[in-house]
């Protein structure tokens, strides 16, 4: 061995970083369940405390940092199969098994405990069945079932019950609402996904309907249907005195534009593109639709 040989030192992985360890908490995603228990919390009627409005999403965000550094950790096997996702930080080496285990449990335990402590214990628990909900039930689902996008949504409709239960110490009407709307509004955008990304899906044998399905029409189907359910549950505030007549307009129109990206999905010919559409409005939607129920639970009702 030469000189050269000895001093040139040996090929080793990546070193992780704090964008790594910020991309293991999945931060777009886990975004969408602060934005959605933001929600929940805004629509109580409530005295406002900010100290007690900031810790609440603090320990929200930890508990959804924490579940999508565990479902990597989970899933590491089968994100270094698909291209989507072979360079997160698990498959790609940067930040080794054992980190992300720890990482994720401390964010998840750390978070149901100020909220049990400094929110509630209604909100607590409802972030720990967030917790068992998308780790013990929907994270294996995708391997075996073809309803694990259902079982996901049910997981993902949690966070606005959280900062619903957080800011009232209980739960009504609303918080019921919000979690249906936060659980129709994820069929078609996964569904959406799902088509777009078949597959990868199928490389790693998720057996989920848009692999199942390879004609996209019950794909399209289910989406359109869980996209009426979606309108319908939207306008029930109104009816239950919890919005004006001037949210349920607002909800009509923004109703009739998604059912409209819904319908489109149908047409086998330009599934492929109807697809990108439903997803970009579905994640357009759904800001517009919150947003109008928290003005006008602020400001009109």
């Not at 964010?107 to 400094?118: A, E």
């Not at 069945?129 to 995708?142: D, F, G, N, Q, R």
């Not at 996964?190 to 390879?214: C, G, Q, S, T």
């Not at 923004?254 to 990206?261: E, P």
Request: glycine share 8%; aromatic share 14%; with cysteine.
């Amino acid at each position: 061995m030469s000189a050269a040989e000895i001093s040139e030192p040996a090929a080793s992985t990546p070193k992780a970083g704090f964008s790594d360890y910020l991309e293991l908490t999945k931060p777009r995603l886990s975004m969408l369940s602060v934005i959605t228990a933001m929600v929940g919390y805004l629509v109580v009627d409530a005295p406002w405390e900010w100290g007690h409005f900031l810790l609440t999403m603090a320990a929200i965000s930890a508990c959804a940092g924490g579940v999508a550094a565990l479902n990597q950790w989970m899933e590491r096997d089968t994100d270094a199969k698909m291209h989507r996702t072979a360079d997160r930080p698990i498959p790609s080496g940067k930040i080794p098994d054992g980190a992300a285990f720890v990482l994720g449990w401390g964010l998840s335990f750390s978070g149901c405990v100020v909220l049990f402590i400094w929110a509630s214990a209604l909100a607590a628990t409802f972030a720990l069945a967030t917790v068992i909900c998308y780790l013990a039930w929907y994270t294996p689902a995708k391997r075996t079932s073809r309803w694990s996008t259902e079982i996901g949504a049910i997981a993902g409709a949690f966070p606005p019950m959280i900062g619903f239960a957080a800011a009232h110490g209980g739960i009504e009407t609303l918080g019921w609402v919000l979690f249906g709307v936060l659980f129709f509004w994820q069929i078609p955008h996964f569904m959406a996904i799902a088509w777009i990304y078949r597959e990868d899906y199928d490389a790693v044998h998720f057996p989920m309907l848009p692999v199942r399905d390879r004609s996209g029409k019950s794909v399209a189907r289910w989406s359109l249907i869980n996209t009426f359910a979606l309108i319908i549950v939207t306008a029930v505030p109104t009816f239950v005195g919890d919005a004006t007549w001037i949210y349920l307009a607002g909800t009509a129109v923004l109703g009739l534009w998604f059912i409209g990206r819904a319908i489109k999905f149908l047409h086998e010919e330009t599934r492929d593109l109807a697809a990108k559409k439903l997803f970009l409005a579905s994640i357009t939607w759904l800001p517009l639709q919150l947003g109008l129920l928290v003005v006008d639970r602020l400001f009109l009702l």
